[in-house]
């Protein structure tokens, strides 16, 4: 028998080439020190999958099954596990990660979901296993337990916040349970679909902190870390880097943190250490705060790359969405980065609520600049209001309908063919497939027939003009026909 068994279950695609699963990682190391037996499993979730997992469930009978769980199509294999578990037996079906603290109530009017950890799962875990071994989910055993949901009497009861933990370097992530080499790889990491590109083929991640001082209206922080940044030690992390370096061989690491340069000195010690090339995410304003001699070191240490959530264009809509950032201070980040040879990465947005067409176009001249400085412009995402944030707030006052079920959370990744909200500007609506086809024109390997609607989206790029979309439907409709024969 197996005490818990963790699960992280993704949507689709080469699952080696998947962020790695840190949460059910970091969950399985405080439960191991507790005397706990676990079993992880982190696979795509389609049918055999499924039915892999539940047998094991069956085979186990562990004292709960715990999800993994955040905003997007991951929720749906995770949901149809979950009802497959429920059908076949009566363990408990515990969910938690980002989704469940997000929408705690929302989420416990499902009945294959039994009980929710909201927030920090560590310390809430622990407790929560110890009760189902003494005895089982009475009601007010559950109340006792800080940063749990569950159902009473049909209705939600969410108890008390739990204080976050202090001391990170008590925690570390399991990758006994799981094989690690199946997460180091070369080429185009997974965090940056396009332009990330780092030396040799062994690249690894890393998380060394938890949370993000800043208030950015889209962003989950807020509510699920409440603006707090906790970050493991310079020595732990120096420690952690070089025991991957030994027993891997690996060539790169990206630093995975929301907020790694918070304090700027902890990471200016870690970088220094650890004798490898790396990338990170940085703010914008940070680099011109920091200054010239900052940037210096960090080109002399190894920094190949660094990610900048830029957003917009416009500085009304960064006002708006308390991103707290200038475009100016971009501009000096991509000079100084420049000069020190460090590639830049930048991912902005259109599709705000209050955003005007004029905003629109501030981001696109702002895309134009940045591509002219050598800046690698990832996709241009249309945004969507990510549930229990304040810019979620404000696009449901101007006409969202914010899903009430798991399955319509699960279809909140915006593409090509889903309605859009009432006040998007329905022109946005293929841009982004523009620009790639206007930059995919001249390559030698691509067809005649995606050379021409290249060549036409360069020409609406150019003019801006983003109204009958023909030639983006037939590519579109193209593009689905090679998919469903498996050509690409």
Not at 275 to 301: C, H, K, M, T
Not at 319 to 324: A, H, S, Y
Not at 414 to 425: I, S
Request: with cysteine; glycine share 6%; hydrophobic share 40%.
């Amino acid at each position: 028998m197996t005490d818990v068994i963790l699960a992280k279950l993704e949507s689709e695609g080469d699952i080696a080439k998947i962020a790695p699963p840190f949460g059910i990682l970091y969950l399985a190391d405080a439960l191991e020190k507790n005397g706990l037996s676990v079993k992880l499993i982190h696979e795509v979730g389609n049918e055999a999958n499924i039915n892999a997992l539940t047998e094991m469930v069956l085979k186990e009978a562990p004292l709960l099954v715990g999800f993994s769980s955040i905003t997007g199509p991951s929720l749906l294999p995770t949901m149809n596990a979950s009802r497959r578990i429920k059908r076949e037996c009566k363990v408990p079906v515990v969910w938690g990660g980002i989704h469940p603290t997000m929408l705690p109530e929302q989420t416990l009017m499902n009945d294959f979901i039994d009980i929710i950890v909201i927030g920090e799962g560590e310390e809430t875990l622990i407790e929560l296993v110890r009760m189902l071994r003494e005895g089982g989910t009475n009601p007010d055993g559950l109340r006792r337990i800080a940063g749990l949901g569950f159902r009473f009497n049909g209705s939600p009861v969410i108890t008390h916040q739990r204080p976050f933990i202090k001391n990170l370097d008590e925690l570390f992530p399991a990758w006994h349970y799981l094989d690690i080499k199946k997460y180091i790889y070369g080429g185009k990491y997974f965090y940056s679909i396009l332009g990330s590109k780092l030396p040799g083929d062994r690249i690894a991640a890393a998380i060394t902190s938890r949370g993000c001082p800043w208030r950015c209206g889209f962003c989950y922080n807020q509510a699920v870390n409440r603006r707090s940044f906790r970050a493991q030690s310079a020595r732990r992390v120096i420690r952690d880097i070089q025991d991957l370096k030994s027993k891997y061989d690996i060539t790169a690491i990206v630093f995975e943190d929301d907020c790694f340069f918070t304090d700027k000195e902890r990471a200016l010690t870690i970088i220094r250490e650890i004798n490898i090339p790396w990338a990170s995410s940085i703010r914008a304003n940070y680099l011109p705060q920091f200054g010239e001699d900052y940037v210096r070191e960090l080109s002399r240490n190894n920094c190949i790359e660094l990610r900048i959530g830029v957003e917009s264009g416009s500085e009304r809509m960064l006002d708006l969405m308390k991103k707290d950032i200038h475009i100016e201070q971009l501009r000096h980040t991509v000079e100084l980065c420049k000069k020190y040879n460090i590639k830049v990465l930048a991912g902005l947005m259109v599709g705000f609520p209050e955003e005007s067409w004029d905003d629109v176009m501030r981001t696109l001249a702002l895309i134009d600049e940045l591509e002219k400085e050598n800046v690698f412009v990832s996709n241009l995402h249309i945004y969507g209001p990510w549930p229990g944030t304040p810019l979620s707030d404000l696009a449901i006052k101007h006409g969202f309908k914010a899903p009430t079920t798991i399955e319509g959370w699960s279809q909140q990744i915006w593409n090509y063919d889903q309605p859009l909200p009432p006040y998007v500007d329905k022109r946005v609506r293929y841009i982004e497939l523009y620009r790639k086809l206007s930059i995919r024109k001249n390559s030698t390997n691509v067809s005649f027939p995606e050379r021409v609607l290249g060549h036409l989206a360069a020409l609406r790029w150019r003019y801006r003009y983003f109204r009958f979309p023909i030639d983006a439907i037939i590519s579109i409709f193209f593009l689905n026909i090679l998919k469903k024969l498996g050509l690409k």
